[in-house]
Every structure is written in C-alpha cells, then in structure tokens.
C-alpha cells in the first residue's frame, strides 16, 4: 500500500482517472454509489440484468458531465461476468475500482421449508457471483498496480436476519470471503472490503419497510429507514485514497440499528 503524500480532502476522496464498475447499479443502493464515483470523476459502468434501467442511470450521469457506460449483465452468470469486465476494460481503458453489490433474496420464511433451488440461486448471484466479478476483474487491478474491491455484505451476514436464513448466510461467506481475499491480495495493494447496511428503503427491502412493526423498531433504534445515499459516502471512502490502509473490514452502515445486539 502507498503512503499517503497529500492528504488535502481533495485529494485523498477524488476518483479523477479512476474506472470502477458498479454491479446492480439500476436502482437503490448502486445507483447511489455510481452517481457518487461519476461525481468524484471516475468513469462509471453501471450494470443489471436489464438494459432499460441500467441505460437511464447512465444517461443521467452522462447528462450531468460524468462519464458512463450500461452493461447488461447477469452475475450469477460467468461468461456474462466476463463479457462485463471486457467491455468495461476496453471502454474506459483499465479497471481500478470494483463495487459487487447485486444481490438476490428469493426465500423469505422459515428456514426449514427452504428449497435447494433457493439456495443454490442466492449463492449463485450472491456469493460465486461476488467472486466471479472479482475473479474476471483481478488481472486489470493488477496491471494497474492498485485496486479497491467493496462487497456489499449485510448486517444479516453478522446476525441472522428473521426469516431470512439463506440470503444471512450468503451474506456472512461474503464477508469471509472479503477478509480471504485481503488477506491474499494486501501485498499486491489490493484492498477488499465490505458494506453490512441495516434496512435501506429500497425495492429489495421492501417486505422489511412496508411492515408497520419492523419500521417502528427501526425508527426507535436508528431513527429512521436509511435511504441509498447513506451508502455513498462509505463506498466513495472505501473507493478512495483515503482508505489506503484499511483492508479486510466490514464497515456496518445501519444508523445504529443493531448496537447491543440483533434488532
Ligand atoms: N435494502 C436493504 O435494506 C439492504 C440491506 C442490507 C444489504 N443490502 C444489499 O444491498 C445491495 C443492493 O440492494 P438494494 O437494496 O439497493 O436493492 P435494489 O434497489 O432492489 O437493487 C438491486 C439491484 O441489483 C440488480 N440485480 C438483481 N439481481 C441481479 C443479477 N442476478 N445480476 C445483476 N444485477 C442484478 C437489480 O437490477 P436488475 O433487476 O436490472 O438486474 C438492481 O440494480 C444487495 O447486495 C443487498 O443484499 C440491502
């Protein structure tokens, strides 16, 4: 890892040259991260699973001065993966930045009547998904010298999450899986780290928020639902120079939701 030479805030949280490529960037959380990384001046590659939603947020960051490309990917699907990283590296010149952050929930209920079509889905896009964006994408980060790699996890991968058995435990082997790769990648000035938010209004969420008594707790313990842009400014600093040294870490982005234990 470099030594930081400026530490002037300009310098340390700007993504000026930088490429990053923001998976699940259609909506929500991505979305917010994208337009953050186009605001700080890297150049974007926002990707989903469908073109239409993915273009817009790309049209929009481009219709405001930033640079950015839509991808159309599947990434529980490898030769999709792989099509995504290409593209991204032959767009924009390299890859520095990864941000791993689309997800899938398909069972929400007891654990015991999961299938094995549910879990294999979840861990298909969840977790081999995760690593497969991450795998595809290393030799560019590589060649670059530096590289920054943020999973988005969950604060149901630190403590399960009721009624969401399987979607927990593929967000707690994210989180594993981020502390492995730090671990391998930190002499080579790799950093991977991981995002565990609490309740984000989002589409994905909503089966927490539109219930009256969970949002009750949440607003009691952390004040209010948190909002995709509560995200923006962990991943733009996870993204940044400014965190140079800090590898291997799950930074909890819940508004204080789950101190002392389980919500
Ligand atoms: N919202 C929360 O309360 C919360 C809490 C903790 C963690 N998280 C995590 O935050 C991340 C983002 O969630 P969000 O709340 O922002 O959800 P969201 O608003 O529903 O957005 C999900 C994004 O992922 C994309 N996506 C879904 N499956 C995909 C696949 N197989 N391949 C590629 N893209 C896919 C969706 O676009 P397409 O439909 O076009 O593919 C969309 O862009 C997830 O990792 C989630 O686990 C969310």
Redesign the pocket.
């Known amino acids: 890892m470099q030594p930081m030479t400026d530490t002037s805030p300009t310098s340390l949280f700007n993504l000026i040259n930088k490429v990053a490529l923001v ?9 917010a991260i994208a337009r953050a990384y186009a605001k700080a001046g890297a150049s974007v590659v926002v ?4 073109i239409d ?2 273009q817009s947020v790309a049209d929009a960051i481009n219709a405001e001065g930033g640079r950015a490309l839509a991808i159309a ?4 699907d490898r030769a999709q993966v792989r099509a995504m990283i290409e593209r991204s590296v032959a767009a924009f010149g390299g890859l520095d930045i990864v941000v791993n ?5 398909p069972q929400f209920g007891s654990l015991l009547n999961a299938t094995d079509e549910q879990w294999d889905k979840t861990f298909q ?2 977790v081999k ?1 995760y690593f497969a964006v991450i795998q595809e994408a290393m030799p560019h980060l590589l060649k670059r010298g530096h590289g920054k790699v943020i999973n ?5 991968g630190i403590t399960p999450g009721q009624m969401m058995g399987i ?1 927990s435990a593929s ?1 707690a082997a994210v989180i594993m899986m981020t502390q492995s790769l730090a671990q391998e990648l930190a002499s080579q000035n790799i950093q991977v780290n991981a995002i ?10 909503t089966a ?1 928020w539109s219930n009256a008594h969970l949002t009750a707790t949440v607003n009691r313990k952390a004040g209010r639902l ?1 909002q ?1 842009d509560d995200l923006a400014g962990v991943a733009l600093f996870l993204a940044s120079d400014a965190s140079n040294y800090i590898n291997g870490t799950v930074i909890v982005v819940d508004g204080g939701l789950e101190v002392g234990g389980s919500f």
Do not use: D
């Open positions: 998976t699940g960037g259609s909506r929500g959380i991505g979305e990707a989903s699973r469908k939603s993915v990917c599947h990434t529980g952050n689309a997800a899938t929930n896009v969840n998904g988005m996890a969950s604060v149901a979607y967000k565990a938010p609490g309740v984000i209004e989002t589409k994905f969420s927490l948190g995709p």
